[in-house]
């Protein structure tokens, strides 16, 4: 997992409500606890016509969007089941962060853990953001901000734990290895007595 302190991009836009983690990554595609490879099976079902074309008007396949790090959704983002495959989907597909008026409490959970930031902000600032595709922004993940280009900033709340896992860049498991030195001169000092 690597360190994610703060992230300038330019947002990529998907309107719908209640996007579930099938839709995120359909069922048929988790037959593998690999990351690498799920971002081609992100959003499937929409980004491809019933014939298997490529659908031009889904947003993430628009070229103009390659390089978009920051998924902006519809509220209820990350319904249905605690799939872990979702966040690294979209991982794999290239985003850092995703932000909603609302994620779903096991999907964002799930993100964090595996160093997708999930940002709830209110209603809205997510209706302004959802209604202008493609602006840039800026999250700071230590100060807990999103800054628009105007100048605006909103914050967002992020539990501690997450936010320092995020900036270091571990997951954790992770984290715990690095208290190692501190556990083993605990145990040390607690054994000799």
């Known amino acids: 997992m690597s360190a ?15 996007i579930d983690t099938d839709q995120i ?54 319904c249905g089941s605690s799939r872990e495959h979702a966040p690294w ?10 932000i909603s008026a609302q994620i779903a409490d096991i999907f964002r959970s799930n993100a964090l853990k595996n160093g997708l930031l999930a940002i709830v902000l209110p209603d809205a600032v997510v209706d302004e953001l959802l209604a202008r595709p493609g602006i840039e922004l800026h999250i700071d993940v230590a100060r807990g901000t999103v800054r628009l280009p105007d100048g605006r900033e ?5 539990d501690e734990f997450a936010r320092t896992c995020l900036l270091e860049g571990v997951d954790q498991l992770g984290y715990l290895l690095k208290q190692e030195p501190a556990i083993a001169r605990y145990e040390e000092l607690n054994h000799a007595r």
Do not use: C, Y
Not at 154 to 158: N, R, V
């Open 4 to 18: 994610i302190t703060e992230l300038r991009s330019r947002t990529v836009v998907v309107r719908e409500r209640n």
């Open 25 to 78: 990554i359909p069922a048929r595609f988790l037959t593998t606890t690999e990351r690498k490879g799920l971002g081609r099976f992100a959003f499937h079902d929409w980004r491809q016509r019933a014939d298997g074309a490529p659908d031009p008007a889904f947003p993430f396949n628009d070229p103009a969007n390659a390089d978009a790090q920051i998924l902006v959704a519809g509220r209820n983002f990350g």
């Open 89 to 98: 989907a979209l991982l794999d597909l290239g985003l850092r962060a995703v």
């Open 154 to 158: 909103f914050e967002f709340p992020l």
